[in-house]
C-alpha cells in the first residue's frame, strides 16, 4: 500500500472507495540518484596556443560547467596545467576556465595525478576524471600518463577519459573524444 507507485494494488481499492484510503499503489517509483566526482584538468601548455586549440579546450570547460552547474549530486573542479603549476580553475557555479593561458611544457601525469588526490578525498561514490588536451606531453611520456590511467582505473575505480583539441598521435585514455575542425557539436554529443 503506496501513495506514490506504478501498479494499482486492485485489491486496495475498496478501502479507498469505502474508508477513502489513498494508499492504493504498489510498485515503487524509480529515482534516480547519481553521486559523481567530475574532476577537469586543462592543459596550458604552449603546444595549445597552435590554432584554436586553447578555445576549444575552454569552450568544452564551459559546456561540461555549464552543465553541472546546480545540480547537488554532481561536484565539478576544474584545473588547469603546465609542467610548473597547476591552476586551481574553481567549481561548476565559480568556473574560470576561461581565466587559463598557453605558455610553458605540460606534465599530464602529475596534473592527472594532483585531481585523483582531490577525487579520492572527495566522498562521491562515482569519480570521472577528464583531461582536455593536444594529447603531446613534453615533462611526462606518454608511457607514464597510460600507466597512471590504468592504475586510477583498475585499481581506484576512477573514470578517466580525454578531449583531444587535435588527432592524437598516440592514445594515452581508454575513452576519449577528438574536437577536428568545426565538429564541436558531434564530439560533444559523442562525449556525452
Avoid at 600518463?145 to 585514455?173: G, M, S, W, Y
Amino acid at each position: 500500500g503506496r501513495v506514490r507507485g506504478f501498479a494499482v494494488d486492485r485489491e486496495r481499492l475498496r478501502g479507498l472507495v469505502f474508508q477513502g484510503d489513498p494508499r492504493v499503489l504498489r510498485s515503487r517509483e524509480i529515482q534516480k540518484d547519481s553521486d559523481l566526482f567530475l574532476g577537469v584538468i586543462v592543459d596550458c601548455s604552449g603546444s595549445m596556443a597552435a590554432g584554436d586549440s586553447m578555445e576549444k579546450a575552454k569552450l568544452f570547460g564551459v559546456l561540461l560547467a555549464e552543465a553541472t552547474k546546480g545540480m547537488g549530486n554532481i561536484e565539478t573542479r576544474f584545473w588547469g596545467c603546465t609542467d610548473q603549476v597547476i591552476y586551481e580553475a574553481g567549481n561548476a557555479n565559480r568556473c574560470a576556465v576561461t581565466s587559463l593561458e598557453a605558455n610553458g611544457g605540460n606534465n599530464d601525469s602529475a596534473a592527472l595525478w594532483h585531481a585523483a588526490q582531490v577525487a579520492f578525498r572527495s566522498r562521491r561514490r562515482a569519480k570521472l576524471l577528464v583531461m582536455i588536451s593536444d594529447g603531446a606531453p613534453t615533462e611526462c611520456t606518454a608511457e607514464s600518463l597510460k600507466t597512471l590511467v590504468n592504475e586510477l582505473t583498475r585499481r581506484h575505480n576512477v573514470a578517466c577519459a580525454q578531449i583531444a583539441v587535435r588527432p592524437l598521435d598516440e592514445v594515452c585514455f581508454p575513452h576519449y573524444v577528438e574536437i577536428t575542425e568545426g565538429e564541436l557539436e558531434s564530439a560533444v554529443r559523442k562525449f556525452g
